[in-house]
């Protein structure tokens, strides 16, 4: 409360009264928050977004749309913000559908958007544009770091809608040229969450382990069909492009048609004009391979006789070039018989030679004495050498036993025989084993055997309330007509047997007697 000053009591005396209605804050404000939304209910406002830094914790997303010479707060509710197409950035031109309301809490109007899209394809453009200069001065769009795709791939992954018209086409095309396994990541190929879910499926494809229990593809396919450039926006998301940079998968990118173009496209490693373009790059032909691969058999083949036939040729010429026995042993043979003749002659002429030679000597006992004296002396030096050779044989021998001796121990034969041993037991282990194996797989077979032989049996009959009959001398009777009256039966039961005689037996054919109905509706009686 605001005490008057005792000095302004004049002032005071001096007031004009007025009949001017009094309103609280709350009332002048609700009063403008109904003016202001009943006037401006729906409206379209064109702007710059300005301040934006994405949804809040609660969902909602605020900020604010200007131009040259004002300022408008916007808000977007959580669940108009997920119904938004693209997603709202800062510095980008809309047109923002929706209501002017006031907060009574600050005394400030805002719009709340219901609808917001760009303000044409000029300012999405220059946005797009901004960030492939930015991406290509990266080196992202470069040549060089683009791989090539694997030419048979083993697996596919495809990250698309699970409901459109492209997984079908993408699968039909596969199936037709090269059946293989295919797995489909679905994401929303539409609006503002478009760019997460898709980087997050190459990366989720990146994840995996190559014999993992979701095997790793071996090439990725990003595809969605055709569109406007406000429906194929998600694809120009900047994580998104890097994310397809640094897949360590080849990525081939099939978004719209073949005039559409994303920021994907130029980082990928393969762009297709369409999805069904991007299923015949990512596998070949098979009926093409086979006819590859028959051409190449029939070319081995005529190779390989063609090898076969000039290896023959070369053979056949060198075995007419190759002497034959009678030229390899005509010059040996020639050369003997030159020999055989000379040596007559050569025999001859030596005996001659040594007749003359023992001629010439002359034989004395002096010359002999001499030739016995050196005869001696060499025995003697003969039987000296021969004793120490004998010594040096019986050294060596002795050494050569001590060392067999030492090598044949007790050791080894114990260290074999243990080796045996542990080997013996084994085979015995291995002998129980196996019969007892064979034991149960019998046993269990003569239990089987017995379960069936007691469903057939008849005495699972007679326990479900059926009984057999036989005559007097143990036949089974099978037919009313096999049964004459007076005669005497053995009817077998579950639990027993009774004795009984037959009282209106063989009176009629089994045939009239299935025909005819019993009196009072029962089965008559045997006793």
């Avoid at 494809?205 to 429906?231: M, T």
Wanted: charged share 25%; with cysteine; glycine share 8%.
């Amino acid at each position: 409360m605001i005490l008057p000053n005792p000095d302004m009591n004049d002032s005071f005396d001096n007031a004009v009264p007025t009949n001017a209605t009094e309103y609280t804050v709350t009332e002048i404000s609700g009063a403008l928050k109904r003016t202001v939304e009943d006037i401006f209910g729906n409206v379209r406002v064109r702007g710059e977004i300005s301040g934006y830094r994405g949804p809040h914790s609660s969902g909602h997303a605020y900020f604010a749309l200007k131009d040259d010479r004002a300022r408008l707060e916007a808000v977007i509710w959580r669940g108009t913000m997920s119904k938004i197409r693209f997603r709202p950035e800062e510095g980008m031109e809309v047109i923002a559908t929706g209501k002017l309301t006031t907060y009574p809490g600050s005394s400030k109007y805002q719009i709340v958007i219901d609808n917001l899209e760009p303000a044409g394809a000029g300012a999405l453009m220059a946005l797009l544009e901004e960030r492939k200069r930015r991406l290509q001065a990266e080196g992202l769009f470069d040549s060089e770091r683009k791989r090539a795709l694997p030419f048979m791939p083993r697996v596919i992954g495809v990250v698309t809608s699970p409901t459109g018209a492209v997984i079908r086409d993408i699968l039909h095309r596969i199936a037709d040229r090269y059946p293989l396994h295919v797995i489909v990541w679905p994401v929303r190929v539409q609006g503002e969450t478009t760019g997460q879910e898709v980087t997050a499926a190459i990366e989720g494809f990146n994840s995996l382990e190559p014999h993992g229990p979701v095997p790793r593809p071996d090439v990725l396919i990003v595809a969605r069909g055709g569109g406007s450039l406000e429906d194929l926006w998600g694809f120009n998301d900047e994580a998104l492009a890097r994310a397809v940079a640094a897949s360590g998968i080849p990525v081939i990118s099939a978004v719209g048609h073949e005039t559409d173009w994303t920021l994907i496209d130029y980082v990928a490693d393969v762009r297709a004009p369409t999805p069904t373009g991007a299923a015949e790059m990512a596998v070949p032909v098979k009926a093409d391979l086979e006819a590859v691969l028959a051409s190449l058999g029939a070319r081995l083949s005529s190779g390989l006789l063609r090898l076969v036939d000039r290896k023959r040729t070369a053979l056949r010429a060198t075995a007419r070039v190759l002497p034959t026995s009678d030229q390899l042993f005509a010059s040996p043979r020639r050369h003997l018989d030159e020999v055989a003749s000379r040596l007559g002659r050569a025999l001859d002429v030596n005996a001659q030679s040594k007749r003359m030679r023992l001629e010439s000597v002359r034989i004395s006992p002096l010359t002999l004495l001499r030739r016995v004296g050196d005869t001696k002396r060499s025995l003697r030096t003969w039987e000296a050498r021969l004793d120490s050779a004998l010594r040096t044989i019986v050294r060596s021998h002795q050494t050569h036993l001590r060392k067999a001796g030492a090598r044949n121990t007790i050791e080894p034969v114990a260290r074999r025989t243990l080796v045996c041993r542990e080997r013996l037991l084994v085979l015995i282990r291995r002998k129980d084993q196996a019969f007892k194996s064979r034991f149960d797989l019998l046993s269990a077979k003569l239990d089987q055997c017995d379960r069936l032989l007691g469903n057939l049996s008849h005495k699972a009959v007679l326990a479900r309330g059926f009984a057999l009959v036989r005559d007097s001398d143990g036949r089974i009777i099978k037919s009313v007509g096999d049964v004459s009256n007076g005669q005497s039966l053995a009817i077998q039961l579950s639990d027993g047997q009774l004795d009984a005689f037959a009282a209106n037996g063989g009176e009629k054919s089994p045939r009239q007697r299935s025909k005819a109905k019993p009196e009072g509706g029962g089965q008559g009686s045997l006793f």
